[in-house]
């Protein structure tokens, strides 16, 4: 979609009050109105408990409709209600995504005894010890569903590895033994294979998985009308499993069906291989350029802005960035903490949703608050949304030639009247830049909409004009209307 814009629609602090997807219905027409064009949504089927997020994920196929873990609905409300705000986004066209969880499964019903090889944290391929039997909360039977949409069972042998012994009350990475038992190929290789992360480790070599798998992306994708997926945690997964995944939903829902996909990892390279090996079937978040970000912020006036953009997904894969300022993960007290701090944050979101690459993605965070606090940036982010509306279309120049000012033009183009923008950003003093913007712009007059300068621009015979920027600020700048 043209200048699309999608929303994380939550953050790690809401109210454990089922009524976020009354209040996501709610908004469809607000979110319309700002230019959002697809939502993100948290996982929607039922966790270990209440209250959780969704990404201990215990029943896929229980949307809020069962009595299971002491509650029919989940943390964010019931499966009418989920389809009720499906419907609601989709009559002014927005897309939405599913939060996807399929790397591990917590709340088991019942337990079972299995061999396990206890493995070190820090080097999941050194055993510590031979193989002993351990009891661990692997079946599941979701006896409030009755076999409802599945009648598949989980047990112990359809997972590589658990994180808990009931019969000891110990935690550990044990790895579970068995014919064609081993941890996944395919995953980042941090702590020398990291399939492991937490619960119980899904076993995504298994066929009988990975057909059970195949089938729920299917019928959800049908149960609910989705528009994509959000892949949570794919450098934990067996990379080939996701390529052959979005295979199957898409034979089903059409090519077109979006995924993006988390691969938590700064390192472009790594990136890169990921993208290749899976034929750059998924689009995936730009964590190096929200690290780029994140040290810009923290280093002010001494980070060089000419860098901003350097060894980026944005930069290298632009039609498969995803670019974001922060999410869930990123925020305070979250696992991988890396917030933007918020002198920062306007330059930050400037910088992803007015210029020409990338798929910019909005957090609830940033744009509603945390914890129920109303966040400081509502108003640039409308501003900014709005600019990419009406503005930020045509070819990018670039102007990222000063350490501490950096800035591009946006030329416009014919569909888009009046549209065209010249776009800074300074991490130390005010600054300025005469740029060029043809001379078809000859004695134009521009003016900058976020409120910083007051003073207009008048562009030369050559469509040449000193535009500046205050001090650790951003600026937008717009040809004039009368």
């Known amino acids: 979609m043209e200048n699309g814009v999608m929303m994380q629609y939550f953050e790690w602090n809401l109210p454990n009050d089922g009524k976020l997807w009354k209040q996501l219905k709610e908004d469809a027409s607000h979110l319309h109105d700002i230019g959002v064009t697809a939502v993100w949504i948290p996982p929607a089927y039922k966790a270990d408990e209440q209250q959780d997020e969704g990404y201990a994920t215990y029943d896929l196929y229980d949307l809020g409709e069962f009595e299971q873990k002491g509650t029919v609905r989940t943390k964010y409300g019931t499966k009418d209600e989920l389809k009720e705000m499906i419907g609601e986004l989709h009559k002014y066209h927005i897309a939405v995504y599913l939060d996807v969880v399929l790397n591990h499964k917590a709340g088991g019903d019942f337990t079972e005894k299995f061999m396990v090889v206890e493995v070190d944290p820090k080097e999941r391929n050194k055993a510590l010890g031979e193989p002993y039997e351990i009891q661990g909360w692997t079946g599941y039977s979701f006896h409030g569903r009755k076999d409802k949409y599945s009648d598949f069972k989980w047990h112990w042998y359809h997972f590589s590895g658990t ?32 399939d492991f992360l937490l619960c119980n480790d899904i076993d995504l070599d298994h066929p009988e998985v990975v057909s059970e798998l195949n089938r729920w992306g299917k019928w959800v994708t049908d149960e609910l009308g989705l528009d994509g997926f959000r892949l949570d945690a794919i450098k934990h997964m067996k990379d080939q499993f996701i390529a052959q ?202 003016h900058e909409i976020t409120g910083s300068i007051q003073e207009e621009v008048t562009l030369d015979e050559e469509g040449n004009g000193e535009f500046s920027v205050d001090a650790r600020n951003l600026a937008v700048w717009v040809k004039k209307t009368i």
């Open 163 to 194: 994180g808990f012994d009931d019969a000891k009350k110990r935690s550990g990475v044990f790895q579970i033994q068995g014919e064609g038992k081993a941890w996944s190929e395919g995953v980042d290789n941090e702590n020398g294979n990291y």
């Open 245 to 446: 995944f979005l295979d199957a939903v898409r034979s089903e829902r059409g090519d077109d069906f979006y995924a993006v996909g988390e691969y938590w990892n700064g390192d472009l390279e790594t990136l890169d291989a990921y993208l290749e090996t899976v034929g750059h079937k998924v689009n995936l978040f730009d964590v190096p350029l929200h690290y780029n970000m994140f040290q810009a912020a923290q280093e002010g006036k001494e980070y060089d802005l000419r860098n901003i953009l350097k060894d980026t997904l944005v930069e290298h894969h632009c039609d498969l960035a995803v670019t974001f300022v922060d999410n869930h993960d990123s925020q305070l007290g979250s696992s991988l903490e890396s917030q933007i701090e918020d002198w920062f944050k306007p330059l930050a979101y400037g910088l992803i949703l007015l210029m020409k690459d990338g798929y910019p993605c909005l957090f609830y965070g940033d744009y509603y608050g945390i914890k129920g606090e109303k966040s400081p940036h509502t108003k640039i982010l409308d501003i900014l949304l709005d600019a990419r509306r009406k503005y930020a279309y045509g070819d990018q120049v670039e102007y990222f030639d000063h350490p501490s000012t950096v800035g591009f033009i946006r030329t416009g183009d014919e569909e888009h009247t009046g549209s065209g923008l010249v776009f800074l950003m300074s991490n130390d003093e005010a600054g300025s830049k005469t740029m060029s913007l043809g001379e078809g712009h000859k004695g134009e007059i521009w």
